[in-house]
């Protein structure tokens, strides 16, 4: 199939808007990325489970910002047959980065200050690496079809209602020795406990950082969550399960330094030699 100036140019700007869409995720200016809210959703609509009760309703959710709409992170979801279901505490969909991204788990970086001597999570090119969590009602009470309206509103208001008398834990379940979790003033939060209280569920802000010492082992460090509702409205249910994935790349070797200073000075000689002549 031959190409067209006109239809490389049409899926370029097809392209482009999607992208300028994406990057304005409501409130990534913010390092907020995600957002957490009740599912309201009674029944399942379509699919292998169409007709029957939702399985994740009134229950709490991580709540993805993708742009025009949310991805439930770690929803509670059925396993098996209609006629013999199992109920699972989380899903396929569990993960950051989410697996169907195909993207690798987020970098770390020097750290400074607070977090002198450490590699720590910061934000890049990746939507995931907006790791603040907010209250979904943050999102409440913008301009009708501005950015974070069409967000709170989408899914048909799945998510839109009020956690009234909720008070929003973050139990931290298991995470990969020496990754820790901490906050631009405390360097580990959960020093004391596996639970750190976010606040009041109509008005909570939470900006984690994720660091591990700078000497640390390369590979792949994990921290798996449910958040939990500790306040007196107990029609909030916790949620299911959901984990983060940070990669700590290895440090080059002596050799490979020298090696790589060896090549930077052929090619500056060779670029040098070449504009001589």
Not at 46 to 75: C, K, Q
Request: glycine share 10%; proline share 3%.
């Amino acid at each position: 199939m031959r190409l067209t100036l006109r239809s490389i140019a049409m899926s370029l700007t097809g392209l482009f808007i999607l992208a300028s869409f994406n990057a304005s995720a409501s409130r990534h200016d913010e390092s907020i990325g995600f957002y957490v809210g009740y599912d309201g959703l009674a029944m399942i609509a379509s699919g292998t489970y169409a007709g029957l009760s939702n399985p994740n309703v009134d229950r709490l959710t991580l709540l993805l910002d993708h742009g025009n709409h949310f991805h439930g992170i770690g929803a509670y979801s059925y396993s098996g047959p209609a006629a013999s279901l199992n109920v699972l505490s989380t899903s396929a969909n569990n993960r950051i980065p989410e697996i169907s991204s195909r993207e690798q788990p987020l970098s770390l970086t020097a750290g400074s200050g607070l977090y002198a001597g450490t590699l720590r999570t910061h934000v890049d090119s990746s939507e995931y690496s907006y790791l603040g969590i907010a209250s979904i009602q943050s999102l409440a009470g913008h301009s009708s079809g501005g950015t974070e309206d069409v967000l709170f509103h989408s899914s048909s208001d799945r998510w839109s209602g009020q956690l009234d008398n909720a008070e929003i834990g973050l139990r931290l379940i298991e995470s990969t020795p020496g990754l820790h979790i901490g906050t631009e003033t405390t360097r580990d939060i959960y020093s004391s406990g596996n639970v750190f209280m976010l606040g009041e569920g109509n008005g909570f802000e939470f900006k984690p950082v994720y660091w591990v010492d700078a000497s640390s082992a390369a590979g792949v460090y994990s921290a798996t969550f449910e958040l939990l509702n500790t306040g007196a409205n107990s029609a909030f249910q916790d949620s299911g399960r959901f984990h983060f994935d940070f990669a700590v790349s290895p440090v080059p070797e002596p050799s490979t330094y020298a090696m790589l200073v060896v090549g930077l000075f052929v090619l500056t000689w060779t670029a040098r030699r070449r504009a001589r002549h």
